[in-house]
């Protein structure tokens, strides 16, 4: 159930930003007990925006799972069942495989769109309420309740509101861990001619990691470069930039053939755990990552997954405490790992010290299973 009309009223839990984190608390919800009536959410964009999103996301296996259990799970993605990180000329290497854990996969990459538009049907299913497209101003913590104070000047009343929306780190306040990677994240589709099925590349470079996930045709690009040297790249006709990526990438897929419009974006991370008697913020609005393993919606995914079974079993203000507390070492042990592997790999000058060691590292990942194992479970499943 979708709609613009929202006169003032009052809910139980009122969701601010209708992506895939809110959409998917509200079902866990909903799933455990409480009534559609008692949830709606609000979003600035509309359904026709949001289903027709064409980004690619990395869907880790643990959050598939979750998708599943609300009738939810995207139809349309491309299974990652290997992983390759490397340091581009350097030593080192490290070789994840689904079938070293007896799983179908480590992920699946798939568009935004796609995860929305199950979501959205299961909502309507169900009988819940999104309101879009409306814009949230200001959220007002209260002693009794919080209140969501929209564009249009209505006011919508809840006893618990969750700020699901983030947006990006460029358009966010500061918050207590914050750091700017002085790198840009420049995003494609592109072909190559020499594919391998489901196989996946992390290949770090001095300007900064180069993601190549499979999916449909060819592979989702994620090229994370130095914002003196986007604008350059970003210029370039499609043959130049082909052989620019080459020359970062090599040649382990072959030769690059073909590229979609680019469009890039800065990065950074920005994260505050806090909540305050009536509100409390998840996914993207609590954690801005780097995007180096793909760790964003995952972790947001987790959060709705705690977040839900916390309110259903104390549906008071203490139930948000519960929920910082149980969600902390899965958060920190995330951000650690982006924020590590973002800031080392582009840090040192080629022929350095660290960079051997730092390849050392990505072997040592490989011949030590339990390094092995504790690094794939922590990206398909968290910190659990």
């Known amino acids: 159930m979708s709609n613009t009309s929202h006169n003032n009223q009052h809910s ?14 509200a079902l866990m919800l909903h799933q455990q007990g409480m009534a559609a009536a008692d949830i709606v959410l609000f979003d600035a964009k509309s359904s026709e925006q949001a289903n027709q999103d064409a980004r690619s996301i ?17 139809q349309r993605t491309t299974a990652i069942t290997e992983i390759h990180v490397s340091r581009r000329r350097h030593f080192g290497r490290s070789f994840l495989t689904a079938t070293d854990y007896q799983l179908p996969a480590l992920g699946y990459v798939v568009r935004y769109g796609d995860i929305v538009s ?17 814009q949230v101003v200001n959220i007002e913590d209260g002693d009794q ?15 618990f509101v969750i700020q699901a929306e983030g947006g990006t780190f460029a358009d966010q306040e500061q ?3 914050h750091h700017d990677y002085q790198q840009t994240a420049l995003i494609a589709h592109v072909i ?24 449909e045709d060819g592979y989702s690009l994620v090229w994370c470069i130095r914002p003196e040297t986007v604008t350059t790249i970003l210029a370039l006709n499609d043959a130049a930039f082909l052989q620019a990526l080459q020359q970062a990438f090599g040649e382990r897929l072959g030769q690059f053939t073909a590229v979609s419009k680019r469009v890039s974006y800065p990065l950074g991370l920005n994260a505050q755990a806090q909540a305050g008697l009536r509100s409390v ?4 609005a609590a954690q801005t990552l780097h995007p180096v393993a793909g760790q964003g919606l995952n972790l947001g995914l987790r959060d709705a997954h705690c977040l839900a079974q916390c309110l259903t079993r104390d549906f008071s203000s203490q139930a948000l405490q519960t929920f910082l507390h149980q969600r902390k070492a899965d958060r920190q042990t995330t951000i650690k790992l982006t924020d590590t592997m973002a800031k080392m790999f582009a840090s040192s000058a080629d022929g350095s010290l660290m960079q051997g060691l730092f390849g050392l590292g990505l072997s040592a990942v490989d011949l ?6 504790t690094l794939a479970e922590q990206m398909m499943f968290g910190w659990r």
């Open 281 to 284: 913020r998840i996914g993207n």
């Open 368 to 373: 030590l299973p339990v390094a092995k194992k």
């Open 145 to 159: 309740f919080a209140s969501v104070h929209l564009q249009d000047g209505s006011v919508h009343t809840a006893e």
């Open 12 to 25: 139980k839990i009122a969701i601010c930003g209708a992506g895939p984190v809110g959409q998917a608390l």
């Open 175 to 177: 918050r207590q861990q």
């Open 118 to 134: 199950p979501l959205e049907q299961a909502l309507s299913v169900a009988g819940i309420t999104t309101h879009r497209p409306v």
């Open 192 to 215: 190559a001619d020499r594919p391998i099925a489901h196989r996946a590349f992390e290949r770090f470079t001095d300007q900064g990691p180069i993601a190549l996930l499979p999916q």
């Open 58 to 74: 990395a869907l880790s296996y643990g959050s598939d799972q979750l998708l599943s259990k609300l009738h939810a799970r995207p």
